[in-house]
Antibody, heavy 122, light 107 residues
Framework: EVQLLESGGGLVQPGGSLRLSCAAS????????MIWVRQAPGKGLEWVSD???????HFADSVNGRFSISRDKSNNTLYLQMNSLRAEDTAVYYC????????????????WGQGTLVTVSS | DIQMTQSPSSLSASVGDRVTITCRAS??????LAWYQQKPGKVPKLLIY???TLQSGVPSRFSGSGSGTDFTLTISSLQPEDVATYYC?????????FGPGTKVEIK
């Protein structure tokens, strides 16, 4: 059974850092596209970053240069390192697993974690 | 970047009604479109991918169509458990982009 479990959220001051983790089970993180999506309170879904099975990464302009995405094969976990956090980064952060397929055809997301709340405030 | 729009932004319909939600891309995206359902306080759930392929386990009253720039999600007979916000997502290339969402309520 595929499961995704995020952790690492919390309250952080502006300018601070957090690392989110997404522990996966039931599949191998390094063989699928993975994505981080966030949802600010009362708002819609916003793509943050993705990483392909081959390791190619993409970032939203709003986080480019501040966030990084990585994964660890040894513990089958996806990460989102968030630096220089701003109030507008406050949101629930979801990780999700890409579908089957090749190239961009697999960048739809069939399993989602429960989300972890990041609050950036002084 | 390709922009995604959805219409309407919200709708209210009666149980048993046929409901149609439209998603439009600012440029052609072939059939690289997915639909998600997010119930209040819950995690997004994949309904449809490749514009018209129903995800396993999703009720058959949900269907998707379209290609290029114009896409639709149809609920053939609205049920109380379908109260949710529905998002489209394009994935033909980077950046992956979600539409702004359509909130569906029961009249």
């Amino acid at each position: 059974e595929v499961q995704l479990l995020e952790s690492g959220g919390g309250l952080v001051q502006p300018g601070g850092s957090l690392r989110l983790s997404c522990a996966a089970s039931g599949f191998t993180v390094s063989t699928y596209a993975m994505i981080w999506v966030r949802q600010a309170p009362g708002k819609g879904l916003e793509w943050v970053s993705d990483i392909s099975g081959g390791g190619t990464t993409h970032f939203a302009d709003s986080v480019n240069g501040r966030f990084s995405i990585s994964r660890d094969k040894s513990n089958n976990t996806l990460y989102l390192q968030m630096n220089s956090l701003r109030a507008e980064d406050t949101a629930v952060y979801y990780c999700a697993k890409g579908g089957a397929g090749s190239g961009w055809s697999k960048y739809f997301f069939d399993y989602w974690g429960q989300g972890t709340l990041v609050t950036v405030s002084s | 970047d390709i922009q995604m729009t959805q219409s309407p932004s919200s709708l209210s319909a009666s149980v048993g009604d046929r409901v149609t939600i439209t998603c439009r891309a600012s440029q052609g995206i072939s059939n690289s479109l997915a639909w998600y359902q997010q119930k209040p306080g819950k995690v997004p759930k994949l309904l449809i991918y490749a514009a018209s392929t129903l995800q396993s386990g999703v009720p058959s009253r949900f269907s998707g169509s379209g290609s290029g720039t114009d896409f639709t999600l149809t609920i053939s007979s609205l049920q109380p458990e379908d109260v949710a916000t529905y998002y489209c997502q394009k994935y033909n290339n980077a950046p992956v982009t979600f539409g702004p969402g359509t909130k569906v309520e029961i009249k």
